[in-house]
Structures are given as structure tokens and as C-alpha cells.
């Protein structure tokens, strides 16, 4: 089925959505109740939600697996609401016209994940990988000495900030934890279900090095495209310690850059305050026409903040799924940071 089929079934929003200016909640489908999908999404658009947000994980990009096409073309049949997927995948190309193909509106992906990186690269590889190891993420056999220097990643595991709060969800952990390389070993992954925290061990992700800027963007630049000739929007997404400067170019041409205000991978994670400088920077180089969207640690107690830096489209996850009454949480999220809008 094209896209063009797909739309032919009348089940699609307005690709309008989010051209106007102005605060949109998005409920992230992450935190809903897996078993009640459908009627959950029905809830909160009856509520009045205009957009629901799409989180697509493959295990590889972070560390978690959450759903794919089949719950998306299944959902499409049941809801008019504008399709917002944020791709948390390697090869964001190769799937993108899927996406759009099983009734995504827009698709948002991460610059982090345009590079062939793989597991060599993530926070979740081989201690080996990490320290110069493997570029393929395998262990090297040691009867197979290497005879060449191996090349530096252009996509790095980012550090944890000694001064951030606890972002797990869990139990609290020191800098020096947090910090310790056997905590990330691979062997030791757990992996938790989709939605959930991990627990005490902090998510870690991809960064971009400078030297991967430039091909990083040219990738970028030809998926942006795909998605835009195909009939869907495009969004670009910052992970936390990936700097406004990688996609400074690209700007012009998206419908939407959204900042990971937690490391992605896990619902329920606390927001990380010092990510709102990006938002803050990206706020003054949008067009009216061009959405500023921010990821993770969403509730009542930080919309206010996001929305005074410049975002525009909340994502809210626990704090609306995750509410006793998901349309009362998001009817209020919407009314404080409209209130916070015109402060
Ligand atoms: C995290 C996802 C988020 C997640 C947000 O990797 O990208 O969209 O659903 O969940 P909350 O709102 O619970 O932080
Ligand atoms: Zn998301």
C-alpha cells in the first residue's frame, strides 16, 4: 500500500497540523496501557489532543524495543489524530516511507542515528568497542590481530553530567556510578519493557563528534527530503548533549526540530533543566510556520519551563497516560502551558 492508498481510506489529519503557531500537548503512546490502545487513544482525543507522538525504538539506537508498523496501521484505522513519530532507530532511511506508508503524518528522526555508528558507538557497547574496539561492535578474535589503527567513531557515547539528577526513575546513583565503565557493559544490559524505567542505571546515548557533522547533515538533508516528497513532514531531533550547531544548516528545511529533554529510550525519566538552552537558541532561528518540540520529563511541574524557553509541542507521556484520568491530565498540561505562554 503507498502512502496515497493509505490517505485513500480518509483516516488521516490534516497535514496542517502543525503548520499553525501556537502550544500543542502530544501524548506520547509510550506510556499508555498497551492492552487498551485504542481506547485509550480515543480518550484523549475526544479530550481534544489534536496529535499523538509515535515513539519508535529498535534496540540498537537506545536501548529499549517498543512497537512498530503493525500498531500504527492498526491504530490508524481507529483515529483521525495527526500521526507524530519520533524515530529512536539506526537507519532512520531505511524505514521512513514505511512509516509514512502505515499512516504517520510526520516523521521525526535523531542526526545521531544518519551515521553508520552501530553498537560500536552506543552507550550500551562492548567495553572493547568503547576503547577503540571494533567498529562493527564484535568482539575482535583474538586470533585475528589487527593490523591497522582503527578509526575514531563520529558518533560518541555522551558523558553524564555529575551535577544531573537522577534521570533512571530508580533509586538515586553517584556521579562516581554513573561514571564507572563495568555499569555499562553489555553483558550486563538489562533491558527494561517499553515505558518503563531501567531502574537505577542511568540511559545513556549517541552524541555526534564535529568531525561527523558534515556527513551527518548531507544524510540528513536527502531523508528530509524523502519524507517531504513522499507527503509527510520532517523532523530533526537533538539528543541531549548534541549541540544546536549539527543541524544549523537543515534548519530552513524541516517542519519541526525536537530536543530530547531526557535520554532517550525510556518513558518516566526526570527532565534535564540544562537542555532548554537549545531550546532557547532554536527558538529565535524557527520560522512562525516551523514547530519546536520537546521530549521527556513533561508534567505539570515543567511544561512552564519548556514553554517560557520557546517550545511549542509538548510531549507528555507519564503525565498524561499515566494519570488516574488521561484526559483530565491532558486538558490540564494544555491549560498551564497556554497560561505559561502568556505570562
Ligand atoms: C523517550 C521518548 C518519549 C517518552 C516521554 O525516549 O522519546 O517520547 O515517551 O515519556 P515521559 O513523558 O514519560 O518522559
Ligand atoms: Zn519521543
Not at 31 to 45: G, M, N, P, T, Y
Not at 46 to 56: E, F, K, M, S
Not at 216 to 240: D, F, H, K, W, Y
Request: charged fraction near 25%.
Amino acid at each position: 500500500m503507498g502512502v496515497a492508498d493509505s490517505r485513500a481510506h480518509g483516516n488521516r489529519a490534516a497535514p496542517s497540523a502543525l503548520k499553525t503557531p501556537g502550544i500543542r500537548v502530544a501524548p506520547s503512546l509510550l506510556a499508555a496501557d498497551f492492552s487498551r490502545l485504542a481506547e485509550q487513544v480515543v480518550e484523549i482525543e475526544r479530550a481534544g489532543a489534536t496529535l499523538l507522538h509515535l515513539d519508535i525504538m529498535d534496540g540498537h539506537f537506545v536501548p529499549n524495543i517498543s512497537f512498530g508498523l503493525p500498531v500504527i496501521e492498526s491504530l490508524r484505522r481507529r483515529t483521525k489524530l495527526f500521526f507524530d513519530a519520533h524515530l529512536m532507530i539506526d537507519e532512520p532511511a531505511r524505514y521512513a516511507g514505511d512509516f509514512l506508508r502505515a499512516g504517520c503524518d510526520h516523521i521525526t528522526f535523531h542526526i545521531e542515528a544518519t551515521l553508520p555508528g552501530g553498537l560500536a558507538a552506543s552507550s550500551f557497547a562492548p567495553k572493547h568497542a568503547r576503547r577503540g574496539g571494533s567498529a562493527t561492535g564484535k568482539r575482535p578474535s583474538s586470533h585475528s590481530p589487527r593490523a591497522t589503527p582503527l578509526k575514531e567513531p563520529e558518533v560518541e557515547t555522551a558523558p553524564v553530567s555529575a551535577a544531573s539528577p537522577d534521570r533512571s526513575g530508580g533509586k538515586p546513583h553517584s556521579p562516581e556510578e554513573a561514571h564507572s565503565d563495568d555499569r555499562y557493559d553489555s553483558d550486563r544490559l538489562e533491558i527494561a519493557p517499553a515505558g518503563r524505567s531501567p531502574g537505577a542505571r542511568p540511559p545513556l546515548g549517541r552524541t555526534l563528534h564535529k568531525s561527523g557533522f558534515a556527513r551527518a547533515r548531507a544524510e540528513a538533508e536527502a531523508l528530509i527530503r524523502e519524507v517531504q516528497s513522499l507527503g509527510g513532514s520532517a523532523g530533526i531531533c537533538l539528543n541531549p548533549a548534541t549541540p544546536v550547531e549539527a543541524i544549523e544548516p537543515l534548519l530552513k528545511t524541516v517542519e519541526l526540530v525536537l530536543v530530547m529533554s531526557v535520554w532517550p529510550g525510556f518513558g518516566g525519566q526526570a527532565f534535564m533543566p540544562e537542555t532548554l538552552e537549545k531550546v532557547r537558541q532554536l527558538r529565535s532561528r524557527l520560522r512562525p510556520d516551523q514547530r519546536l518540540e520537546i521530549d521527556g520529563g513533561i508534567s505539570a511541574g515543567t511544561v512552564g519551563l519548556a514553554v517560557r524557553a520557546g517550545a511549542d509541542t509538548l510531549v507528555a507521556g507519564s503525565a498524561v497516560f499515566g494519570a488516574p484520568d488521561p484526559a483530565q491530565a491532558y486538558a490540564g498540561l494544555v491549560q498551564l502551558a497556554r497560561d505559561a505562554a502568556h505570562q
